[in-house]
């Protein structure tokens, strides 16, 4: 054990919609009763679907649904949510491809124009069932949607109803909620974007590609973020040039119309989830120069812009203990508060790194996220940047409590593996269906492509579809 000092950064503001705010203090948790999302949706939900499957478990009836309806629209009326229509609610007994099918046609029969949203109530856990609706409805119909378990829909408890409306809300276009800093400096300056990148790889046994996600902020204060994922080789840890053209071109096309207004950013953030030490210098020498292209080429080689580069890792073995006598520095269990922040003795001497504590540990030893900054052109004081990253934990989009990192590259890497371009009669890829000792399979395509999401005039890929 190295006894060192650290100290507690000043938690942000929470800021609702209709002015309200709240300061949740070092609790690093809050509740959403009584409030109003920051931004609720923009288009009013008029045309939407609900299917339940019946299954022979957990049966759900329709009575239960229509209940679960009405709090359901009752709820997000309270928080802000504008909705003109009853949902078309349907018994879903054929395949879960036909069944997507039959609500998504018969949902745009009944209003006459594209269905904006599905729900979809399941009666268990299955994986496979999940990724062939998602698959569905990402890919083939372009339609936001979200899967509910029926134990839950027949409790119709508000506390799930509201935790369900955060992401709904997000994939319709609103924001949750947004931060207000203590720190008068940290906040983001105009014309600044954050770009979030991470790369998945499969579990052992698995034979499908690695995937390289990305992120783009499409607002000024950091709330919501586009997404993009794609193949990305057999666990390569750095994200190919193509790829990266791929899947930024267009997110930082979208950014300079809306948000930039014309203009390319000033300003970059780019936070890497996930690289050893070793492929740093890959990461500024390939990756941080393929983003700098993209910006020249959509900007006629006139991009002057400045670049921060963060590295964020969960995977090492630090650990803090507080003084078990000191209430100011440590919760109920024993763990430090959020808000912790070790930037000396147990940190490099050469280089700029700090671990964080932006969450509560729910169970168990809570882990702080270990930031190396590798490059920071934008010349930040300390303070500016480590108190930013903090601020950013709490506006999460779809939970109620300060969380330990931005996931969102990694939420769409995840769910982008329901995009592998692989038919539904092949069965689950991974699981508890699959032998850890399988055989890579001897036709395996070289470079297998994702299926593309869908675009409507709904615009899906600018959405948050990956919450």
């Not at 590609?209 to 499409?218: D, F, G, I, K, L």
């Amino acid at each position: 054990m190295i006894r060192t000092k650290a100290r507690l950064l000043p938690n942000p503001d929470i800021q609702f919609g209709g002015n309200q705010r709240h300061n949740p203090g070092t609790n690093g948790r809050w509740d959403l009763r009584g409030k109003k999302f920051y931004q609720p949706n923009k288009q009013p939900l008029s045309c939407w679907g609900v299917g339940f499957i019946p299954g022979k478990r957990n049966v759900i009836n329709r009575t239960q649904v229509e209940h679960f309806v009405d709090g359901f629209m009752k709820t997000y009326a309270g928080h802000g949510g504008n909705i003109t229509q009853r949902p078309l609610i349907a018994e879903l007994t054929e395949d879960t491809g036909e069944a997507i099918k039959r609500l998504f046609n018969s949902t745009g029969n009944k209003f006459q124009k594209e269905p904006q949203l599905l729900l979809i109530i399941v009666p268990d856990k299955n994986s496979f069932t999940y990724l062939r609706i998602k698959k569905s409805c990402d890919c083939r119909w372009g339609v936001p949607s979200q899967v509910l378990q029926s134990a839950h829909v027949a409790k119709a408890n508000p506390q799930y109803i509201s935790n369900v409306l955060m992401k709904v809300n997000a994939k319709l276009g609103g924001t949750t909620a947004r931060i207000i800093p203590k720190v008068n400096d940290a906040s983001l300056k105009p014309m600044t974007m954050i770009i979030g990148a991470d790369v998945t790889h499969p579990t052992i046994g698995v034979w499908s590609p690695s995937m390289a996600a990305v992120s783009v902020c499409m607002d000024t204060f950091g709330g919501r973020y586009w997404g993009a994922c794609e193949t990305n080789g057999d666990r390569v840890e750095v994200i190919a040039r193509a790829n990266m053209e791929h899947m930024l071109t267009p997110l930082v096309r979208e950014w300079m119309s809306t948000v930039g207004q014309g203009r390319a950013p000033e300003n970059v953030y780019y936070f890497r989830d996930g690289v050893s030490e070793g492929e740093r210098e890959k990461i500024l020498k390939q990756e941080v120069l393929d983003i700098k292209s993209i910006f020249m080429k959509l900007t006629q080689d006139t991009w002057k812009g400045k670049f921060t580069v963060v590295i964020a890792n969960k995977r090492h073995h630090i650990r803090a203990f507080p003084r078990p006598t000191d209430r100011n520095a440590a919760d109920k269990n024993g763990n430090p508060l959020p808000g912790l922040l070790i930037e000396k003795d147990v940190t490099s001497p050469h280089d700029w790194d700090f671990f964080l504590y932006s969450h509560i540990a729910l169970q168990g030893t809570s882990q702080p996220v270990h930031y190396h900054v590798i490059l920071d052109q934008i010349g930040h004081k300390a303070h500016q940047l480590e108190n930013m990253i903090y601020d950013h934990c709490y506006q999460y989009i779809r939970s109620t409590t300060s969380v330990s990192l931005f996931y969102y590259a990694h939420l769409i890497a995840a769910r982008a593996r329901h995009h592998e371009d692989v038919p539904a009669s092949s069965g689950p890829r991974s699981g508890r269906e699959v032998p850890m000792t399988n055989p890579k399979p001897k036709d395996k395509p070289v470079d297998p492509r994702l299926l593309p999401i869908h675009g409507t005039p709904n615009r899906l890929p600018f959405a948050v579809w990956y919450i």
